[in-house]
């Protein structure tokens, strides 16, 4: 595991997840979806900061999915506002189709339940939810996760899609945001 701290803006991250285990990760959370052998399955992004577990996820998925995209809105710098404004809404039709929500990361919640309920409004049959990283000590969603990557604490993160104002999305290992 490399040990390199970097600097974002302002503040100091040190690795905390590799890309290695990240991508072995992502091929074991693909084969549990696998082993659903669900059908007609449409997987919703949500941008910006899914894009990369997306990208790698549907790689390991053995059937034809629709990849669908929706953008939303809620932190500023390290914490979440609680109001999530719709950047990007769904175009699919997903009427009677089998939805997963695809995220980069589950804080308090607020985002997953606002897409969820926009899922079942718009008539998906079933819906899961796919999470890279969850901060349990955060969350008081109502939706249930069913595939989970990684359970950290509540510390922000950056890199694999997940940005500080903007900015580390591009990094391929996951680095958390250094406190003292
Ligand atoms: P929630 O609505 O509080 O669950 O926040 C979810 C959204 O906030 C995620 O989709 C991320 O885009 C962003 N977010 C939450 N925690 C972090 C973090 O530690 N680093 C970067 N972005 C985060
Ligand atoms: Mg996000």
Redesign the pocket.
Known sequence: MNNTIISIHDKKFTPLISEQEINEKIRVIAHQINNLCLQDIVLVS?LN?AFMFTAELCKHIDSFPIISFIKVA??QGTE?TGNITQLIGLQENIEGKTVIII??????????DTIYNKCKEKGAKEIYIAALVF?PN?YK?KAAIQFTGFTIPNN???GYG???NGIGRNLKEIYVLQTH
Do not use: L, Q, R
Not at 103 to 112: C, K, L, P, R, V
């Open positions: 949500v900061g809620s932190y979440s995220e980069d990361i589950i804080d308090t919640g607020t985002t997953i901060k955060a969603g922000f993160v950056v997940m940005d500080y």
